[in-house]
C-alpha cells in the first residue's frame, strides 16, 4: 500500500523556522543600533532628548535650532509631544524645570514669532569682545522684549520682599554701553539698587519710543542675574527713553549701540544702566 | 523517500529561519524606534554634547553634565566632549560652541584630576 502524503510539513517546517529566527533576532541576537538619528531612539530616550532639546533652548533661545533639533525626533505633532511630556514632568518625581522648559518651547513651535530671554551663562565665555559683568556678579544675557519673556516660567520667582518706597527717586549712576559676541540682540539692561547697594525686585521701569508708544516691565524677574535686573529688547534704528520708578531719572536717547568683533566688522551691541537710591 | 522528506523538512525550517532572521534584523527595527542614545551618529552626538555644555554653562552642575553625557558614552564623559568636539570641529561649529565644550571638557579634566588619589 502506497502512503499518500501531502506537502503540508514544509509549511510548517517553514513556520517553525520563522517563528525560530524572529525570536533569535529579537531576543537572543538582537540587531545592533549604529549611527542612528534621533527619530530611532526608544521612548525614554526620545524623551530625555526633547527634555535636553528644550532646556538648550532656554539657554541659546534660538526658535529655528530648538525646532529644527525636534524635526529630529520625528514626531508627528511636536507640539503635543512637548506639552504631553510636560505635564509628566510636571508629576511628582518630574522636573518643574524641565516641565517648564518643555512648555515653552511647545510655545515657541506654535507660535514663531515667540521670542524667549536667554538664561545667563556662569561660565565666562573666552575669546570674543570682552563681556562686561553685571553688577550683580553674571554675565549678562542678551536678547529680546521682556513683554513677550515668560520670564516666570524660566526662572525662580523672586522671592518677596519689602516693595520700594513708592515714588523714591533713583538717580543713574552709570551707564555703559556692553559688546557682547555677535548673534545675541541688544538689550537695554537695567539694575536698580537701594541706597544699601542691595538689588530691589518689583521696581517698575517705564520705556517709551520717541514716536509713540509705552511699556513698563518690572525688575525681579532674573534673580539669578541680581534681583534689581530687568532688561529690553532694542530694535535698531529705534530711540528710546526709559525712567525708573515713578518719579525716577529719565534717561533719553537710548538707542542701539554699534560694536566691533575682532574681525571689525559690526554688530549691535546693549546698553546697562545702573540706578541706585541715593 | 522518509529520508528525502526529512530533509526537505529541515531545509523548510532553514528557510523559514533565514526569513525570520532578516525580518528581525531589518525590517522590524527600521518599524520600531529602540536605539539607545549611545547608538546615534556622529554628529548627532556633538549636537547633544554641545546641548549638555550650554547647559552646564548654565547651571554649572557637573555632575548632571555628566549624567547627561554618560548616555552617549556610558562611563566614559570625557570621551564623549572630546569626540563631541572633534565632530564639532569637522563640521565647522562656531567658535562660541566650540568653547563651551570645551569649557565642558576643562571642567570634567579637573574633577577628575582633584579626585585621583
Known amino acids: 500500500m502506497k502512503e499518500k502524503r501531502g506537502s503540508l510539513y514544509l509549511l510548517t517546517g517553514l513556520v517553525i523556522g520563522a517563528v525560530l529566527g524572529l525570536l533569535t533576532s529579537i531576543f537572543i541576537v538582537p540587531a545592533r543600533y549604529v549611527d542612528v538619528a534621533p527619530s530611532a531612539l526608544k521612548a525614554v530616550d526620545r524623551e530625555q532628548y526633547r527634555a535636553l532639546v528644550a532646556r538648550a533652548y532656554l ?4 526658535n529655528g535650532r530648538a525646532v529644527a533639533r525636534l524635526a529630529l525626533l520625528a514626531d508627528p505633532r511636536p507640539a503635543d509631544a512637548l506639552v504631553a511630556q510636560a505635564e509628566k514632568e510636571k508629576r511628582p518625581g518630574g522636573d518643574e524645570h524641565t516641565s517648564r522648559a518643555l512648555a515653552l518651547l511647545a510655545a515657541a513651535v506654535s507660535q514663531k514669532q515667540l521670542l524667549i530671554t536667554p538664561l545667563p551663562r556662569i561660565a565666562a565665555e ?9 553688577p550683580g556678579e553674571q554675565e549678562t544675557p542678551t536678547l529680546p522684549p521682556p513683554t513677550r519673556t515668560p520670564g516666570a516660567t524660566i526662572t525662580p520667582r523672586p522671592s518677596p520682599t ?20 555677535e548673534g545675541r540682540g541688544s538689550l537695554i539692561q537695567v ?42 529688547a532694542m530694535v535698531e534704528g529705534m530711540t528710546y527713553n526709559l525712567r525708573v520708578g515713578s518719579t525716577g531719572q529719565l534717561v533719553q536717547n537710548l538707542s542701539v549701540p554699534q560694536c566691533k568683533n575682532k574681525d571689525g566688522e559690526a554688530f549691535p551691541g546693549s546698553i546697562q544702566l545702573v540706578f541706585k537710591q541715593p | 523517500m522518509r529520508k528525502g522528506r526529512l530533509i526537505a523538512f529541515i531545509l523548510a525550517i532553514m528557510l523559514g529561519a533565514t526569513a525570520g532572521l532578516m525580518y528581525g534584523w531589518l525590517y522590524y527595527p527600521a518599524k520600531i524606534s529602540a536605539a539607545a542614545m549611545k547608538s546615534l551618529r556622529a554628529d548627532y552626538k556633538a549636537d547633544y554634547v554641545l546641548m549638555v555644555a550650554e547647559l552646564f554653562a548654565t547651571d554649572g552642575d557637573l555632575e548632571k553634565a555628566t549624567d547627561r553625557l554618560e548616555k552617549i ?14 565632530t564639532a570641529q569637522e563640521m565647522g561649529y562656531a567658535d562660541w560652541e ?14 577628575r584630576q582633584e579626585t585621583r588619589p
Not at chain 1, 539657554?59 to 534660538?62: G, K, R
Not at chain 1, 520705556?207 to 525688575?219: A, K, P, R
Request: net charge negative; charged share 20%.
Open chain 1, 126 to 134: 573666552a575669546g570674543g569682545q570682552a563681556t562686561e559683568p553685571a
Open chain 1, 162 to 181: 519689602p516693595l520700594p518706597t513708592q515714588g523714591a527717586p533713583y538717580a543713574l549712576i552709570q551707564q555703559k554701553e556692553i559688546c557682547e559676541v
Open chain 1, 191 to 232: 539694575f536698580v539698587f537701594n541706597a544699601a547697594d542691595e538689588g530691589v525686585p518689583a521696581v517698575r521701569v517705564e520705556v517709551s519710543i520717541t514716536d509713540g508708544g509705552v511699556e513698563s516691565f518690572f525688575t525681579g524677574f532674573y534673580p539669578e542675574i541680581s534681583p534689581g535686573y530687568a532688561d529690553y
Open chain 2, 73 to 86: 558614552k556610558p562611563a566614559d564623559a570625557i570621551g564623549a566632549v572630546r569626540r563631541g568636539l572633534l
Open chain 1, 59 to 62: 539657554v541659546e533661545a534660538d
Open chain 2, 98 to 111: 566650540m568653547r563651551l565644550i570645551a569649557d565642558l571638557e576643562i571642567a570634567l579634566q579637573q574633577t
